[in-house]
Each structure stands twice: as C-alpha cells, then as structure tokens.
C-alpha cells in the first residue's frame, strides 16, 4: 500500500507543499478505497510532519500517540456531534511537540451536511499552527462550501499492473492476476477478492456461464449457480469475460469464450448485463434471471449465426 500510495501525484503535490513551506491548512484525500482509506491518511499525515515511519516519532504517529496528529473518528464509529466539538475545542489549543498539530478525519463523506457545517468555520480559519487532513471515498455527498476550502488531493484508480505487484508483494497467490483485472483499480476490492475465499467460485462460475452455447444446458448451468452469495460480483465478472472475449475477437486473438460466440453477440452479451445487474436491484429470482440472461445471448447467436452462414 505504502508504494502504490508515494507513486501518486496526490502524494507528491503533499510532499511539494512540504518541502517548500507551503503546507495547506486543509487537505481533502479523494481515495475511492474503502479498505485502505485510513492507512492512506497515516502515510499521508506522516509526509505532512516529515517524519519516517521508522522512526521514534513516525511509530507514535501511527499507533496514536503523537499528542500533535489526532485521528477521528474512532474506530468502528462515525463522526459525531461529540467528536466534532472537541476537534474545535482542541483546535485552540497550542501544538505540544511540533511546530503544528494535525486533525486527520477518515471517511468525511459520511458525516451529515449538520456536522460538515459545523466544522466549516473552523476549517475556514483554523487557528495558528492548526492544520486539517480529511479522507472522502467520495466527494459528492461532501458540502460544496467544504470543498472550497481545501485542497483536494485525488488518488485515482491504479493501473492492472500495479494492483498485480500489490498483491504480489502481500503474497503469491494464483487468483491475483483476475483480481487486478476485476478490482476496477482499487486494491482493497482486490485484496477482499483474493482473501475473501469466494472470487474463485465466481471467477469459476462466470467462466462457465460465458461457455454455455446450447439451450438445452441452460436449466443445470441455471440451477447451478443461482444461490450463489456473490451475485453482484458474479455478473460484473461474466460481463468482463464478455468484455474480454469482444476486446480479443476484434484483434483477432480468440480465447476460450471468444471463440464461442459471434461479435454481435458479445456486443449484446455486454449490454444485456448491465439490465441483468439492474434487475438484480429489484430481488429478482437469480436463477430465472441467469436463465434468461443465457437464453438471450444464445438466441442473439443463433441469429447472427444464420445470417452469417
């Protein structure tokens, strides 16, 4: 996490305004990662004191006890009324250790427009020496009043490859190259696929789906799969094999599932996901809808089919 999160440039705009003196009295860290949010704010916060997490100080930063870095909220809570007073309060306070003290509030995006508001003045003219890192996994639900007043610091999705090395450097395991294909560049979906114990069932079962060419295996494939907890999961995964078998149908490098189907029915295949997962919002019946999910792909085949031959 450490490497991926000192490549970006979110990090390197923090560790610029450092080096020259020019520290912003509040940061915003747009971090879509859920998982790693907080570890990322830690890294963060120790560039924001320049301070190696090694060291004497940079080991108290991260286990808490650096009276000058607070992190709100606590774990396993949200930000309350309660916390947001006593960061206010504590705010008037003069640093204890260093030159400045740091509040560091992890997933902002939860806190109610009530609370965002209350803080605001403070975040607008913090006291001397007084400075603000705040983590969003997303900015919307954010006030735009809040967003103006600091300095947004995005992380965007990393590439395939460096979610693979991620993975790779926590340990070889066999499921890390679909993780990085199926994580949408964000290595805590990665890491929950790989440690989760279910991506292999889905990956397992997505490729079978996607291999289903006759109706009459439909019924079994259908009954199969259709109690299968991760049932999200599994259509974004067929949708990628789809996605995949299209991309390398059009280069002419034909793969398993390629190799099954017409380019029109791929294409059709890739649309018709995005309704299965919409009807899947509304309870639908997961095996019927796998049924007819495959029915649909087969007949859009057989037709294109025909009119090829």
Not at 131 to 147: E, R, S, Y
Request: hydrophobic residues 40%; charged residues 25%.
């Amino acid at each position: 996490m450490e490497q991926l999160i000192k490549s970006t440039a979110a990090y390197s705009v923090l560790t610029g305004d450092k080096s020259c003196n020019r520290l912003s009295h509040a940061y915003m860290l747009d971090f879509s990662d859920a998982k790693n949010l907080k570890d990322a704010l830690r890294i963060f916060a120790l560039a924001f004191f320049g301070l190696d997490k090694n060291s004497v100080d940079g080991k108290r930063l991260l286990n808490g006890s650096l009276p000058d870095c607070v992190f709100y909220p606590a774990e396993g809570k949200k930000l309350t009324a309660d916390a947001v007073n006593e960061i206010i309060n504590e705010s008037a306070m003069r640093p204890i250790e260093k030159p400045f003290k740091l509040f560091v509030v992890s997933s902002f995006e939860q806190a109610s427009p009530l609370l965002q508001n209350k803080l605001l003045k403070t975040l607008e003219e913090p006291p001397a020496g007084v400075h603000f890192l705040l983590g969003a996994t997303t900015l919307a639900p954010v006030l735009d009043t809040v967003k103006s007043r600091v300095k947004t610091l995005t992380v965007a999705p990393f590439s395939r490859e460096e979610i693979f090395a991620a993975l790779e450097r926590g340990g070889a395991n066999p499921l890390n190259t679909e993780a990085a294909k199926s994580c949408g560049g964000i290595l805590g979906e990665a890491q929950n696929m790989v440690g989760g114990g279910w991506f292999g069932e889905v990956i397992s079962a997505a490729r079978e789906i996607c291999t289903v060419t006759e109706v009459g295996d439909i019924g079994a494939v259908a009954v199969r799969h259709g109690d299968i907890k991760y049932k999200s999961e599994l259509l974004k995964r067929i949708q990628q094999n789809y996605f995949e078998a299209l991309c390398a149908k059009v280069n002419g490098e034909e793969n398993e599932i390629s190799a099954k189907w017409t380019e029109p029915a791929l294409i059709y295949a890739l649309e018709s996901a995005d309704k299965a997962g919409s009807d899947l919002k509304f309870n639908a019946f997961f095996q019927g809808l796998l049924y007819d999910y495959m029915l649909r792909v087969i007949e859009e085949n057989v037709k294109w089919l025909k009119l090829q031959a």
